[in-house]
């Protein structure tokens, strides 16, 4: 199903390449992976076709006929219930978000990627030692 996600595949199908009942296959790909074959097949339609959207500029009719859907309504519906926005909605934020990191200096980017180090090391293991030592001990209680 990964490999072929634009590929309709059907329980009977997949019980079948499977070599067990459709019943079985279902209840044991459900418990295995947490979601239906269906549902799971859509995810992985909607994945690709989050990547084409992002990393293209095929019109989005073509990216529903890619990735699996026949009808460019159906794609848009199933898309936002999935994702929360519409197609052309993410691959407007995913354009504006690119361009924005293109404009930015790379010592920002770095800056903005790096940890928090405003003590150093050393210190930081010199006031941790100063608290174990100023801890009271406590008396074993009998």
């Given at each position: 199903?990964?490999?072929?996600?634009?590929?309709?595949?059907?329980?009977s199908?997949?019980?079948?390449?499977?070599?067990?009942?459709?019943?079985?296959?279902?209840?044991?790909?459900k418990?295995?992976?947490?979601?239906?074959?269906?549902r799971?097949?859509?995810?992985?339609?909607?994945?690709?076709?989050?990547?084409?959207?992002?990393?293209?500029?095929?019109p989005?009719?073509?990216?529903?006929?890619?990735?699996g859907?026949?009808?460019?309504?159906?794609?848009?519906?199933t898309f936002?219930?999935?994702?929360?926005?519409?197609?052309?909605?993410?691959?407007?934020?995913?354009?504006?978000?690119?361009?924005?990191?293109q404009?930015?200096?790379?010592?920002?980017?770095?800056?903005?990627?790096?940890?928090?180090?405003?003590?150093?090391?050393?210190e930081?293991?010199r006031?941790?030692a100063?608290?174990?030592?100023a801890?009271?001990?406590?008396?074993?209680?009998?």
């Amino acid at each position: 199903m990964d490999a072929a996600s634009h590929e309709e595949w059907p329980v009977s199908r997949l019980a079948r390449v499977s070599h067990v009942s459709e019943a079985h296959f279902a209840r044991s790909f459900k418990e295995a992976f947490g979601v239906p074959p269906h549902r799971y097949l859509l995810t992985r339609r909607i994945e690709r076709a989050k990547t084409l959207l992002r990393d293209t500029e095929l019109p989005i009719l073509d990216i529903a006929l890619r990735t699996g859907w026949n009808s460019l309504g159906t794609f848009g519906r199933t898309f936002r219930d999935i994702t929360g926005e519409s197609p052309g909605e993410l691959r407007g934020r995913e354009s504006a978000a690119r361009r924005l990191a293109q404009a930015m200096p790379a010592c920002y980017a770095s800056a903005a990627h790096r940890p928090d180090l405003t003590i150093a090391v050393s210190e930081k293991r010199r006031r941790e030692a100063d608290a174990t030592k100023a801890a009271p001990e406590k008396p074993e209680v009998t």
